[in-house]
Structure formats: structure tokens, C-alpha cells
């Protein structure tokens, strides 16, 4: 009887020892995914920050973007402008070329 108590009490302790490593592992296990889950509430809250910054300069930058969408159409407008008076004064010059050499030739 003495023997199958001693068999019992080391099977308990057997059981006892595999739960108690249970538990570490369970602790560790824990520890790990807790140290996992801060990492990423650092990565979050720093994509957050950055993400706020970038909305700021955005938006600091949509009034240039504005004016500059508007300096286009007035660009082209005023290398019209620069192309039709170019050709008004090639063809005066042409012209003022021409009552010359017909005055130098005579005719």
C-alpha cells in the first residue's frame, strides 16, 4: 500500500511538474505577445504622427498648387500673344524690306 501511495504521489508530482511548465511556457508566451502588441501601438501611434504632419504640409501646399494650376492657362495666353505680335513684326519687317528694295531697284 505504502508503494502504490509513493507511485501516486509521483505520478501527482509528474502532473504537477508538466503544469508548472505549462504555465511558464504560458508566461512566456504571454510576455512575448504583450512585448508584440506595444511594438505596435509604438508603430501606430508614429505612423499616426507622421500622418498628421503630412496633412499639414498638404495642406500648406494647396494654395502654391492652386496658383500654379492658374499661372498655366496664363502662360499659354501670353505665348499667344508673344506669337501673333512675332508675326505682325516679321511680316512688317518683310514688308518695309520689300518698299525698299523696290525703291533702291526703281520700280
Request: proline share 2%.
Amino acid at each position: 500500500m505504502h508503494r502504490e501511495i509513493g507511485m501516486l504521489a509521483a505520478k501527482v508530482d509528474m502532473f504537477l511538474e508538466g503544469v508548472r511548465r505549462s504555465e511558464e511556457k504560458s508566461d512566456a508566451s504571454r510576455a512575448s505577445m504583450h512585448r508584440r502588441m506595444d511594438e505596435i501601438v509604438d508603430r501606430v501611434s508614429k505612423f499616426e504622427l507622421t500622418k498628421a504632419a503630412v496633412q499639414g504640409d498638404v495642406t500648406e501646399m494647396m494654395p502654391v498648387t492652386e496658383d500654379v494650376k492658374r499661372w498655366k492657362p496664363m502662360g499659354l495666353g501670353a505665348l499667344g500673344v508673344i506669337g501673333i505680335g512675332g508675326m505682325v513684326l516679321g511680316v512688317a519687317f518683310a514688308d518695309v524690306i520689300r518698299r525698299v528694295a523696290m525703291a533702291v531697284l526703281g520700280r
